[in-house]
Nanobody, 123 residues
Framework: VQLQASGGGLVQAGGFLRLSCAAS????????MGWFRQAPGKERKFVAA????????YYADSVKGRLIMSRDSAKNTVCLQMNSLKPEDTAVYYC?????????????????WGQGTQVTVSS
């Protein structure tokens, strides 16, 4: 499956953005999906994940209550609604699929990393 993230941009602290990830070329509906981010000079880290059913989500502690992940399997997309943004949210955001039975933050279990989208939050 090929993935393309979009929706990033420059926003002031306290603002919001909505990221989208469009999938093609594979059985998207059967994959759990994850969002990860990589800040300048740092390792890529887990942000959020959603089950292939859309029935459950899992978030990193740093984003709980501010970011909301959703999916529309009919449109082969997942979204990340980002509210109350902070400068520390600045990073390139990536989406990736995973086959599994439970949600996980373990990055090595995700694959097919596509192009990310840059989010910059100014203070």
């Amino acid at each position: 499956v090929q993935l393309q993230a979009s929706g990033g941009g420059l926003v002031q602290a306290g603002g919001f953005l909505r990221l989208s990830c469009a999938a093609s070329g594979g059985p998207f509906r059967r994959y759990d999906m994850g969002w990860f981010r990589q800040a300048p000079g740092k390792e890529r880290k887990f942000v959020a994940a959603i089950r292939w059913t859309g029935g459950s989500t899992y978030y990193a502690d740093s984003v709980k209550g501010r970011l909301i992940m959703s999916r529309d399997s009919a449109k082969n997309t997942v979204c990340l609604q980002m509210n109350s943004l902070k400068p520390e949210d600045t990073a390139v955001y990536y989406c990736a699929p995973r086959c599994g039975t439970i949600l996980t933050a373990r990055q090595h279990e995700y694959n097919s990393w596509g192009q990310g989208t840059q989010v910059t939050v100014s203070s």
